[in-house]
C-alpha cells in the first residue's frame, strides 16, 4: 500500500468551549489535502496541487512506483495567481491553468484572468501557452484558453487548445492582425510552436472535439451591435474528414432542462454527440449521430429527476456512464467492465459510498479514483486493473483524520401548501438531535442544489453542536423545470418560503431549541438567510451570509459592462419582485442580527453587495457587522480567512442565540 500524507492533525475535542472552537475552525477552515490530482499517461506518476498556507498551491508530483514524498515543483502564492488544476500531455510534460483576479474599484467589478502554461515533470522547462496582447491589441484576453483534446494517439504530446484572437492596430485604422474571436490552435507545449486548425470567429464560445484530434462540433452565441451576446447558441458540426459546418441544435439559455439540445461529447468510434435536453419536463442523456442524417436517441431519462452528468475516462474522455441524484448520487455505467468494478469497489470501499473516477492511464489498466461519503472527507484510490489491487493514496482531508464527522440523513418536510421539501439534516455526532440549536443552511445558485456527502461547513456546525438542515427548495435545480419555476430570484416567496418552512419544521420536530434558531448563506443562499427574514421577521433569530446578493437591481448593473448582460437581465427579470425580493430595499423588516463576511475580489457578487447592506441595516437601527477578506474571491480559498469565519460565525450565533 503506498500512502502520501499532508502533516496528519490530532483528534478533535468537540466540547463547545471557546478553546474547541478554535480548534475546530482551524480543522474544518483547512482546505482540502487535494486541490487536484492527475494520472500520469504511463500510469507511474501522480501530479497532486495541494495548499500551501494561507492561499497559496504547491504542484508536486509521486511516483507511484519507486513511492516516498512527491516532490514540489511549482507554487503559487494564491495573490494574485492561482494555481487550479495541471494535466500530464505527456509522461514528462504537464499543462496547468492559472488563474488570476485583478481588483476592482468603486465604480468596477474585479476581472478574472486565466493563462495556461506548461512543465517537465521536474519543474525545469516553465513555458507559457497562452498567447497574449501586445501594444498593438485593441482588446484585452480574459479567458487563456483551455485544452480540448490531449492527442493522445500520437507520441508528441501536442494538444489542442482554444485560443482567443485579438485584432491589432499598426498606424491609424489599418490592421496588422484582423482575426477576431474563439478559434482552435494545436499546440506544442514543450516548444511552444503552434498552428491554427480552426480559423476563429467572433462568435465562437465553445468546440468540441472527438479525444482523437478532429474538432467536431462548434457553438455559436450571435451578439447585437452594442456586443452583448444574445439567449442562445447554435450548434453545428462537421461529417468526419470535412471542414464544413452543417446545423445542429439551438440551445435556448434561462430555460431550465427544456432548452434544446446541450451536446458535451463526441464519440469517434459510434460518429454520435452526447448531449442532455428537457423530456417530460427533466433533463435527459440523448445521442445524435453526426452522419447527416441526425438520429436522435434517449440513452436515459429518470421520472424523478434529472440526468445531469456524463462519466468520462482515459485520455479521451471517452463517455462510460451517467449520473444523476435521487437522495444521493448514483451512477449507470454502459461500459460493462466498469460498471462491474464500481460495483466491486463499493463493496471493498464500505463507508465510502460515492465513488469517482478521476484519471486513468492511456492504456485506461490504471485508474485514479476517489471515494467518499457523509462521515469520510474521502480518500484517493490507484487501481491496477491486471493486478486487481487498490492503493490508498491520499487523504482528501488529512486535518480531520481522526475527527468523528455526523451522519447526515435524507429528510422531507412539508412547506406550506403540503409539498414535501427534500433536504439533508445534519445532526451533532452522539446527539439525539432534541432541543438543541439549530441552523438552516439554504444553498448557492440559485442554479444549484445539495447532495448528500461530505460538507465541511455543515460538518463544522454539528460538531460545534448544531443541527443543520439543508433544504433543497423550490428553485433548486435536479428536480426539473416545475420544480425549478423561474428561479430562485424571479420566484423568491416560494424558494424563501420553503426556507423558512424549513426552520418551521426543525422548531416543530423539538429539534431545534426554543428561540435557538439561526440560518447561514453563501452566495444566493446568504441572499436567502437575508429574505428570509425579509419573509417571517421573527423566525430566525440569527442570520449569517456569505458573499450575498442584497439588491437585484445592482446586480443587474454589476452585469451591464459585460457581454452576458442580457442574459442576467433575463434571469432577473422586471417588476415588483425586484424590489419587494432585495434585501436592502427591505432592511428594516429584519430585526435578527447580521454578520457579513465578503472578499474584496469577489467577481460573483461584488462586495458592494454587502457594503450597501449594511448601510440600509445601519440606517433601520439594525445589529450588523461586516468582516471584508483582502484579496480573496467568492470562494475565500484561503485557510486563514476560513478559519477566522467559522470562529467568528460560531461565536456570533452562540452570543446571539445566547448560548
Not at 482540502?32 to 508530483?61: C, N
Not at 480531520?400 to 439533508?424: M, R
Not at 441572499?527 to 427574514?533: P, V
Request: charged share 25%.
Amino acid at each position: 500500500m503506498v500512502r502520501y500524507l499532508m502533516a496528519t492533525a490530532a483528534a478533535l475535542a468537540l466540547a463547545p468551549s471557546a478553546h474547541a472552537a478554535n480548534e475546530a475552525a482551524a480543522k474544518f477552515g483547512a482546505r482540502e489535502g487535494v486541490l487536484q490530482m492527475s494520472l500520469s499517461p504511463d500510469g507511474t506518476h501522480v501530479a497532486i496541487i495541494a495548499p500551501a498556507k494561507g492561499r497559496g498551491a504547491i504542484l508536486s508530483i509521486a511516483d507511484l512506483v519507486k513511492g516516498g514524498m512527491p516532490k514540489a515543483i511549482l507554487n503559487s502564492s494564491g495573490d494574485p495567481d492561482r494555481l487550479t488544476d495541471c494535466h500530464w500531455a505527456s509522461d514528462t510534460r504537464l499543462i496547468c491553468r492559472v488563474h488570476i483576479v485583478i481588483p476592482g474599484s468603486q465604480s468596477a467589478k474585479a476581472l478574472n484572468f486565466t493563462r495556461l502554461v506548461s512543465i517537465n515533470s521536474d519543474g525545469s522547462g516553465v513555458r507559457q501557452l497562452t498567447v497574449d496582447t501586445n501594444s498593438r491589441s485593441l482588446d484585452i484576453i480574459q479567458d487563456g484558453g483551455g485544452v480540448i483534446d490531449w492527442l493522445a494517439d500520437g507520441a508528441s504530446g501536442k494538444v489542442l487548445m482554444t485560443r482567443t484572437f485579438v485584432p491589432e492596430e499598426s498606424t491609424g485604422t489599418r490592421l496588422s492582425q484582423d482575426k477576431e474571436g474563439l478559434g482552435v490552435d494545436q499546440v506544442d507545449p514543450v516548444s511552444g510552436s503552434r498552428r491554427t486548425i480552426v480559423q476563429p470567429n467572433r462568435e465562437a464560445v465553445e468546440f468540441i472535439t472527438d479525444g482523437h484530434g478532429a474538432v467536431r462540433l462548434m457553438g455559436v452565441q450571435p451578439r447585437n451591435d452594442s456586443g452583448y451576446v444574445s439567449d442562445h447558441i447554435d450548434y453545428v458540426y462537421r461529417l468526419p474528414d470535412n471542414n464544413n459546418w452543417k446545423p445542429l441544435s439551438t440551445l435556448k439559455l434561462n430555460e431550465g432542462s427544456s432548452g434544446g439540445f446541450n451536446p458535451y461529447a463526441v464519440d469517434q468510434d459510434l460518429n454520435v454527440v452526447y448531449g442532455f435536453d428537457g423530456k417530460d419536463g427533466r433533463r435527459a442523456l440523448y445521442s445524435i449521430t453526426l452522419d447527416g442524417m441526425l438520429k436522435r436517441s434517449l440513452v436515459l431519462a429518470r421520472p424523478d429527476v434529472d440526468v445531469d452528468g456524463l462519466i468520462r475516462i482515459g485520455r479521451q474522455n471517452r463517455v462510460v456512464g451517467a449520473t444523476f441524484v435521487t437522495d444521493r448520487r448514483e451512477s449507470e455505467f454502459f461500459d460493462a467492465e466498469l460498471n462491474k468494478l464500481r460495483q466491486s469497489l463499493g463493496k471493498a470501499l464500505p463507508g465510502k459510498p460515492l465513488v469517482t473516477f478521476i484519471d486513468a492511464s492511456a492504456d485506461e489498466r490504471t485508474l485514479l479514483l476517489f471515494a467518499g461519503g457523509d462521515t469520510d472527507a474521502g480518500h484517493y484510490y490507484i487501481y491496477h486493473k491486471d493486478k486487481r489491487t487498490l492503493e490508498d493514496v491520499m487523504l482528501a482531508r488529512p486535518q480531520l483524520e481522526n475527527v468523528k464527522l455526523a451522519s447526515v440523513k435524507s429528510i422531507t418536510f412539508p412547506a406550506a401548501d403540503g409539498t414535501p421539501i427534500p433536504g439533508y439534516l445534519t445532526l451533532p455526532p452522539g446527539s439525539d438531535g432534541k432541543n438543541i440549536p439549530a441552523i438552516v443552511m439554504p444553498h448557492g445558485g440559485p442554479g444549484a442544489r445539495d447532495e448528500w456527502g461530505f460538507d465541511w461547513l455543515a460538518q463544522y456546525f454539528a460538531a460545534r453542536g448544531f443541527a443543520v438542515l439543508q433544504p433543497n427548495f423550490r428553485g433548486s435545480t435536479g428536480y426539473g423545470d416545475a420544480w425549478f419555476q423561474k428561479n430562485g430570484f424571479q420566484s423568491w416567496r416560494t424558494a424563501i418560503g420553503d426556507v423558512n418552512d424549513a426552520g418551521r419544521w426543525l422548531n416543530a420536530q423539538g429539534i431545534a431549541a426554543s428561540g435557538k434558531l439561526a440560518i447561514v448563506g453563501w452566495s444566493y443562499g446568504g441572499y436567502a438567510a437575508l429574505q428570509s427574514a425579509v419573509l417571517d421577521p421573527e423566525l430566525f433569530k440569527a442570520i449569517v451570509a456569505i458573499a450575498p446578493v442584497t439588491d437585484l437591481e445592482a446586480l443587474r448593473a454589476e452585469a451591464r459592462d459585460f457581454t452576458n448582460f442580457r442574459l442576467v437581465d433575463a434571469f432577473i427579470g422586471k417588476g415588483p419582485h425586484v424590489t419587494q425580493g432585495s434585501p436592502a430595499s427591505n432592511a428594516a423588516r429584519i430585526k435578527a442580527p447580521v454578520l457579513l463576511f465578503h472578499g474584496d475580489r469577489d467577481t460573483n457578487v461584488g462586495i458592494r453587495q454587502s457594503k450597501l447592506m449594511v448601510g440600509k441595516l445601519k440606517d433601520a437601527g439594525g445589529k450588523v457587522e461586516l468582516v471584508e477578506f483582502r484579496g480573496l474571491d467568492h470562494q475565500l480559498d484561503d485557510d486563514t480567512a476560513r478559519t477566522a469565519m467559522l470562529d467568528k460565525a460560531d461565536t456570533f450565533l452562540r452570543q446571539s442565540l445566547g448560548l
